[in-house]
């Protein structure tokens, strides 16, 4: 039991203009979260190599044809992108797998996939879009057009690395930007092999890798004077300190951060697809996502069903080897992050909530850093539980009477990512979308990203977007030409 899906490469080095990049820094081990076995190491990128990856990135962008390169001739390279990850879609949800514990079916069938298309979706966007033309004032002619920015600085999360990164690679690259990507530290297996694979089909120096610590990497690439523009996804506290570079340098940036998400639950929903969709929302992704309806507020005549219902099938789940296709929940993706979580379960015996399942680690699976599918009911909106991220599988329940004390309740939090709402009469759904802060609100549906929609959060969850349009207004300049006529 819990085999290693592969035998990943024993040492993981940046790329900088298709070459192994000059490193620097520490080896870092990365752990494989079924087992807690150490399976390969990262050697880290310090200053030196993070300056190399963006003088390359620049040459690139000054003196390359990425930028210049006629929009047909774009989405060709795109198109080949996307084929170089179909081609390698078992090859790198295995490798996935092995630095984050998700489950080998949902990265084979959702996140390479999605990886995949990423490269097809902006393909298409740039095929339609078109500059701006304004001939109204007598005898001039404007246009505006939009020209890349340059340099993108692209930094990653651990929670869905390749789907998450891709999105970024393909908007930057499809705008005619060039990059100099960052995954994080801890799942950087998949990203750089996605990174090689597509050294194969880009001009050298369009995408570079440079790998390492936070602070050590990551701080060196977003200060870097020739860095133009920053998309970093991860938590709130970072995306901080991020920012405050971003600031001084006078670089434009989005920040995707982290959320604490209400799924609100009426008594007028079908409440069989609302428990499905309450499961899905907490547990997809082995509870990880930004995106998570982590608190569950469910109005109260309702409340002891579905609460026991969420707690009898969240008991049920099978906890276990990320590779086993039955597997529902797989492990957390560090040890740390684990502690972390557990420590949540304490947090909220101390509060005084009322534990419906689980708040323990399955020592019963060996080393790997499982948790057992998590639900509390917390005394109020103002528990730990019912405010802070836990990004782990705990789910805090909340009752609630009327529409207005849900949305006091959703709105009563400092993130506002997305919200989701489950009911069948429909002036309650208009009332609740129209009042929830939520960059995002699903209706009846646990998670349905539209890559043409806008992406991103209100408050402490964001700032910027991302999808279609929103990436087209980051990544590119506007440049307005007036001539007489
Ligand atoms: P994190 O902020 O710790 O790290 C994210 C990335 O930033 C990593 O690559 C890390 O090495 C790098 N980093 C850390 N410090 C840095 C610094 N000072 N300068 C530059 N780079 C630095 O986040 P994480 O723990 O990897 O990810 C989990 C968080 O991400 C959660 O809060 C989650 O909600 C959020 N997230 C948000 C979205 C979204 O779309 N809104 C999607 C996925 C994850």
């Known amino acids: 039991m819990f085999d290693l899906p592969i035998t990943p490469a024993p040492r993981v080095q940046g790329l900088v203009a298709g070459k192994a990049s000059p490193g620097g820094g520490p080896e ?62 078992d090859e790198l949800a295995r490798l996935e797998c092995v630095a984050t514990g998700l489950l080998m079916r949902e990265l084979r069938a959702m996140h390479m996939k999605r990886a995949a298309y990423n490269f097809r979706f902006f393909a298409d966007y740039i095929s339609q879009t078109a500059g701006q033309r304004y001939d109204q004032t007598a005898g001039f002619l404007t246009t505006v057009a939009r020209d890349p920015v340059g340099v993108a600085a692209l930094i990653a999360p651990w929670n869905a690395p390749v789907a998450l990164a891709t999105m970024k690679i393909a908007a930057a690259l499809a705008f005619g930007n060039t990059a100099v990507l960052k995954p994080s ?43 133009d523009l920053i998309s ?46 309450a499961l899905i929302g907490i547990f997809a992704n082995n509870g990880q996502q930004c995106l998570a309806g982590s608190r569950i507020l469910v109005e109260r005549p309702v409340f002891e069903e579905f609460t026991g219902r969420f707690a009898e099938r969240a008991a049920a789940m099978r906890v276990g080897d990320p590779m086993d296709e039955a597997t529902e929940l797989g492990p957390l993706a560090s040890m740390p992050h684990m502690n972390r979580v557990l420590g949540f379960a304490e947090t909220a015996r101390a509060e005084g909530c009322r534990f419906l399942t689980g708040g323990a680690r399955r020592e019963d699976l060996g080393e790997g850093y499982y948790v057992a599918p998590t639900a509390v009911v917390a005394p109020s909106n103002a528990a730990k539980v019912a405010q802070e991220e836990i990004f782990g599988p705990f789910a805090t329940f909340l009752p609630f009477d009327t529409p207005e004390e849900a949305i006091a309740i ?10 989701y709402v489950w009911s069948d009469h429909l002036p309650t759904v208009m009332t609740m979308t129209e009042a929830l802060r939520a960059g995002v609100v699903w209706v009846n549906t646990p998670m349905m990203r ?8 209100y408050k402490a969850s964001g700032v910027g977007r991302e999808g279609g349009a929103a990436c087209e207004a980051f990544y590119t300049e506007e440049r307005t030409v007036t001539i007489p006529k």
């Open 28 to 89: 870092l081990p990365v752990y494989y979260p079924g087992t807690g076995a150490q399976v390969s190491v990262l050697v880290e990128d310090g200053p030196e190599a993070v300056a190399a990856a963006v003088e390359a990135a620049r040459r690139a962008f000054d003196n390359g044809p990425w930028p210049k390169l006629s929009t047909d001739a774009r989405i060709a390279v795109l198109e080949r992108c996307r084929e170089a990850i179909l081609a390698n879609v």
């Open 450 to 457: 539209e890559l043409r929609a806008p992406f991103g959060g």
């Open 410 to 419: 959703a709105n009563d939090s400092a993130y506002g990512l997305v919200a």
């Open 232 to 277: 970093f996804t991860g938590g709130t506290q970072t995306g901080r300190q991020i920012m405050s570079v971003a600031g001084r340098n006078l670089v434009p940036c989005t920040m995707e951060l982290g959320g604490k998400s209400a799924n609100v639950v009426f008594a007028s929903a079908d409440l069989d697809r609302a428990l499905d969709g």
């Open 185 to 227: 530290e801890q799942t950087p297996l998949a990203l750089a092999r996605v990174v090689e694979l597509l050294q194969e089909v880009l001009p050298e120096g369009v995408l570079n890798l440079v790998n390492g610590r936070g602070p050590v990497t990551g701080a060196a690439l977003v200060e870097h004077p020739g860095v």
